[in-house]
């Protein structure tokens, strides 16, 4: 399994020790900044991240800011993105599991260290059901198609 990791500024700190998390799971990935505490806009790294995943060149993203929510508002810009918050365990097993969310966004001012690696440990665990859910992701793509300027 190979997973992109972003997060701005103030995502930092529960980025590094989810990627001390993975690294211990010898899961690999890959960091795609920031790298320090300066001041930066979401989006920038949010677009890199997306990118990569809906290119599939890597399974999962994991995106850190201060809320979850900036971030993962810009990822689901990029048609093929299904970025789900959780704040919770099973909101992250049930989005896989429903929504095949391919990139997981928490806050770092929302959840503390502990929570946010059980929150890893659940969305990674889980798989999509298929299903009647394949028809509602079915729709998904259609607004986003409906939507597409290619630009
Ligand atoms: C940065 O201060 C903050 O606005 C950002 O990390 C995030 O919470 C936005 O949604």
């Given at each position: ?45 949010a ?31 990029v048609p ?62 259609k ?9």
């Amino acid at each position: 399994m190979k997973i992109a990791l972003g997060c701005d500024h103030g995502g930092l700190n529960l980025k590094a020790e989810i990627a001390s998390y993975l690294k211990s799971q010898n899961i690999e990935f890959k960091d795609f900044g920031t790298y320090t505490e300066e001041s930066c806009d979401y989006a920038d790294i949010a677009l890199p991240v997306a990118e990569a995943v809906v290119a599939k060149e890597f399974d999962f993203g994991i995106l850190i800011c201060g809320t979850g929510i900036g971030i993962g508002i810009a990822a689901n810009k990029v048609p093929g993105i299904r970025a789900a918050l959780c704040s919770d365990t099973f909101s992250a097993h049930a989005t896989r599991e429903h929504n095949d969310a391919n990139i997981l966004t928490m806050g770092e001012r929302v959840v503390g260290k502990g929570l946010a690696i059980d929150i890893v440990k659940a969305f990674l665990g889980a798989e999509f059901e298929g299903d009647r859910h394949v028809r509602r992701l079915e729709k998904i793509t259609k607004i986003e198609e409906k939507y597409r300027n290619n630009k």
